[in-house]
């Protein structure tokens, strides 16, 4: 469960989110609104990737532990964006790695095997590069690179904005599955209304505020 709490987040004369209450239960939810309506502000502050200027925000009762130089913020919490992050000189295999390791976690032959097979690319090779994958399976390679044992909500910053139709489907289906089938809450911002409908619960930014439906 995250609580948000009379948020506000301004840059100078620009306030994306202001005053914004809403609780965000299990059920996979998606954020929908254009571009610069504070989508992405919202979700950053839930990581512990920005502070806001106010309010108060508490996932599972706890405030996100905020990134600092030696922190990417709060470990609970796994943030894919658009254009997937992945590492290009790294293989398949050695960017989820890398990803565990930052975690602390170690990550054995069966565990790549299984964060593959959870996002539909246990056939893939493990040694290929990312820039010899398509775009869906790029992006799906950043989902498994962001899920791991200690990771309880899954954040997605407009995960199919760089993603045909076809792929778009297949991502968002899969996104909205891993709600059910790895136990994460899984929050999707979006401005794709083919998206937002395969959640559960949407939302849409007004005015720097949620509003349900």
Do not use: C
């Not at 914004?20 to 502000?41: F, I, M, Q, R």
């Not at 045909?164 to 289906?173: H, P, Q, W």
């Not at 790895?182 to 401005?191: C, D, M, N, Y």
């Amino acid at each position: 469960m995250i609580s948000v709490e009379d948020l506000t987040v301004a840059y100078g004369d620009v306030t994306p989110l202001d005053g914004l209450t809403v609780e965000l239960g299990p059920d996979p939810t998606a954020v929908v609104g254009p571009s610069g309506s504070g989508k992405s502000t919202l979700l950053r502050v839930i990581a512990g990737l920005q502070r806001p200027s106010s309010g108060l925000v508490e996932i599972d009762g706890t405030p996100p532990r905020q990134a600092s130089w030696r922190s990417g913020g709060d470990p609970r919490v796994a943030l894919v964006h658009q254009d997937y992050r992945l590492v290009p000189f790294l293989t398949v295999e050695e960017n989820l790695r890398l990803a565990a390791e930052v975690r602390g976690e170690d990550l054995g032959d069966d565990e790549v095997g299984e964060r593959l097979a959870a996002v539909r690319l246990e056939h893939l090779d493990r040694d290929r590069l990312p820039g010899t994958l398509s775009g869906g399976e790029e992006q799906r390679l950043a989902i498994a690179r962001a899920l791991g044992p200690g990771v309880s909500v899954l954040l997605a910053d407009e995960p199919t904005g760089a993603l045909d139709a076809e792929n778009t489907a297949v991502v968002a289906d899969l996104l909205v599955s891993l709600g059910a089938t790895r136990g994460v809450q899984v929050i999707l911002a979006t401005h794709d209304a083919s998206v937002a409908e395969r959640a559960a619960v949407v939302f849409r930014v007004d005015q720097g505020r949620l509003v349900r439906g």
